[in-house]
């Protein structure tokens, strides 16, 4: 496109660009001046509607801004997300953590166990259900991103995201139905629309879980063609305080009488977690 069916392009889409003009577009690109918050994140949404970053010289200069947010997100999980994290030292060199899938680790066993134990410690007492063998297969299925981070054999975080359909997103976003009551139908396939679920996620430091949250961002981004919507289920306060100017909306909440606590359905549309003012802030 040249300058002047951009600039027409983007008048159309909001009056934010009515008088946008050549001038302008050339100062952005050479980066003389830049747009406002509002402007970058109506731009990202006019690029992905109109398939700009399937071309590979785009997608991959959006992975390389993503991949750049793990530095502002380990000072935000410093700050804000103490119950989520440990603290445990960092290290550098040989001892810095790898990361792994679980689709192609070796030791899936033990990680997944690390997993469940770590989960029924920081839910509500006798809430957290699922056993290892259960895990296990949800963790096996094509679409589940499952991340684990450890050094010398040491579990040091996780995160697991599902792919499951958008009417089991939404019942479990609204607690009409249980989060642990996922049966083989209710996940999508490879090629499958759907909502990823946010499972799970631990560190043991706050660089580990920002980097844990970096892959997700590189998963949702390189998987955006089959994905509508990121949603989590809480139990937990410092839940709501994670997706807090994350881009995802609180959609539904209430008590748990059986359990005693306060729920929180929270979901919202990918590009809207990918281009949330925080996300844009730290990375564009």
């Given amino acids: 496109m040249t300058q002047q069916q951009l600039a027409s392009s ?9 008088s946008l003009n050549t001038v302008t577009l050339s100062r952005w690109e050479t980066g003389t001046t830049a747009p406002s918050l509002k402007k970058k994140r109506l731009i990202l949404h006019y690029l992905q509607k109109n398939h700009a970053f399937e071309a590979e010289v ?42 792994h899938t679980l689709h192609d680790y070796a030791d899936k066993k033990t990680h997944i166990e690390h997993l469940v134990d770590i989960e029924i410690a920081t839910n509500v007492t006798h809430y957290y259900i699922p056993s ?26 996780h995160m697991v995201m599902f792919k499951i359909k958008n009417r089991v997103a939404e019942e479990i976003a609204h607690h009409r139905r249980s989060e642990f009551d996922l049966r083989e139908n209710d996940f999508c396939g490879v090629e499958e629309r ?9 560190g043991r430091s706050p660089k580990i879980a920002a980097m844990l949250n970096v892959k997700a961002y590189l998963h949702l981004f390189n998987h955006l063609k089959s994905i509508d919507n990121v949603m989590i289920f809480s139990s937990r306060a410092d839940g709501v305080s994670l997706t807090r100017n994350y881009g995802i909306k609180t959609v539904a909440h209430g ?10 359905g ?8 990918l281009f949330s003012d925080l996300v844009i802030k730290m990375a564009f």
Wanted: hydrophobic share 35%.
């Fill in 10 to 18: 983007l008048s159309q889409i909001s009056v934010e660009f009515q």
């Fill in 58 to 99: 785009c997608a991959e200069l959006m992975r390389t801004r993503y991949e750049a947010l793990y530095t502002p997100l380990s000072q935000v999980f410093s700050q804000n997300y103490q119950y989520l994290i440990g603290n445990l030292p960092e290290h550098r060199g040989a001892m810095a953590p790898r990361f």
């Fill in 132 to 157: 290892y063998a259960q895990m296990g297969r949800w963790c096996d299925l094509p679409t589940t991103f499952a991340v684990i981070a450890e050094r010398k054999r040491q579990h040091l975080g």
């Fill in 194 to 202: 759907g909502t990823y679920y946010v499972h799970a996620l631990y």
């Fill in 255 to 264: 008590y748990n009488d059986r359990y005693g606590f306060k729920w929180y």
């Fill in 266 to 273: 929270m979901m919202s549309p990918v590009e809207d977690i």
